[in-house]
């Protein structure tokens, strides 16, 4: 009896390979994320100290009790949605690394990140900060009603009512229903990249800006967390000094971010595992279903098996308000498309990746 066995170079030993690599991505991933639990829970009396400690460390919210009508129907076999939010308070340890005149707490960076069922490809799509939404119905930290409003900053609602109604307008501009959010505020993000050893990047072009303070010539550099902090605020020292262009280092250095998380040997240092986890959950604030250890474990183990390359980052179209220069909206049919496509877990059309509108937005960082 012989066996037909893939010839070297023929598409099946490829694709063979393709798909070892991909089991070995996956299982290296997986043991990743469950080896800080796995070591914690070994350890005994000390493990499990350690355990409630970083634990406790997540600050968690239910958007089902909070959010009780209105929502978007989720809907069978379309995949997960994530908004991770990146918050600039201006108050506590992040005070020191403010940058800019803007007062108060504002939503900086705000991702939808929609990963496919299955969990084999994702897609992270970024809200200009700058774009004018409708503000639906929110209530307030202390329990007041926050009464709608038209035409308001996206990044203004989160300084107003918090990361719930955060999630409402995301969800009430785009039809999509959001299951999770993250959000990490700019002392944690700082101290993650320092916990991992930095993170690199690759520039194209010189970038001097004044008021985020990074300078970086041309070529490859290992960030720290300042620089990191830096890069991902930049905008006057990259393309025409809008909001849109930051947005394009923010997506660059996500990739870069998740690509160093996955080459961190952590089960050959529990020292390092616990000194990133405790960084990573003391600066985390999460919906209910994910503010646990256990719980965030078990949502990275569901998402190991995609691949950075296959990551994809879109900026939601936008275009520049007819009334306010210096503010921008979403264009349809092109956003609506997107939308779309991220509800019925569909691919992408083409047109809504296409640049969005360039110019000169506020420049107030």
């Not at 503010?291 to 995609?306: N, W, Y």
């Amino acid at each position: 009896m012989t066996h037909d066995l893939p010839q070297m170079g023929s598409p099946r030993s490829r694709q063979a390979a393709s798909t070892d690599r991909a089991r070995r991505r996956r299982r290296s991933i997986w043991l990743i994320e469950l080896s800080l639990v796995l070591l914690l829970l070994a350890a005994g009396g000390a493990g499990y100290w350690l355990y409630r400690h970083l634990n406790d460390n997540i600050k968690g919210v239910d958007l089902e009790q909070v959010i009780r009508d209105g929502r978007p129907m989720r809907l069978p076999d379309s995949g997960q949605n994530l908004l991770v939010l990146g918050s600039d308070s201006r108050s506590g340890a992040n005070a020191s690394l403010a940058t800019g005149k803007v007062a108060g707490a504002q939503s900086d960076t705000a991702m939808v990140i929609h990963i496919s069922q299955g969990g084999s490809k994702a897609v992270a799509v970024s809200i200009p900060r700058d774009t004018l939404v409708t503000r639906p119905t929110c209530t307030a930290k202390d329990g007041t009603a926050i009464p709608s409003a038209q035409r308001v900053m996206f990044n203004s609602v989160y300084s107003l009512a918090g990361p719930v109604c955060v999630v409402r307008t995301v969800e009430h501009m785009s039809g999509v229903r959001i299951d999770h959010f993250l959000e990490i505020d700019f002392a944690g993000f700082k101290e993650l990249v320092n916990a991992i050893g930095g993170v690199t990047v690759t520039v194209d072009q010189n970038i001097h800006d004044k008021f985020s303070g990074l300078d970086l010539s041309a070529g490859t550099h290992r960030l720290d967390g300042i620089q990191a902090l830096q890069f991902v605020r930049t905008r006057h020292g990259i393309g025409d000094g809008s909001d849109l262009g930051r947005i394009g280092l923010q997506q660059q250095f996500l990739i870069a971010l998740l690509s160093e998380v996955k080459k961190q040997h952590l089960l050959s240092s529990p020292t390092k595992a616990y000194r990133i986890a405790n960084q990573v959950t003391a600066s985390l604030t999460t919906d209910s279903g994910l503010a646990s250890l256990a719980k965030l474990v078990e949502f990275g183990r569901d998402m190991s098996g995609i691949d950075t390359s296959a990551l994809e980052t879109i900026m939601l179209p936008v275009q520049y308000d007819l009334k306010d220069p210096n503010r921008v909206v979403a264009t349809q049919p092109q956003a609506g498309r997107l939308w779309q496509a991220l509800r019925r877990d569909q691919k992408i059309p083409e047109a809504a990746k296409k640049p969005p509108t360039t110019g000169s937005l506020n420049p107030e960082a």
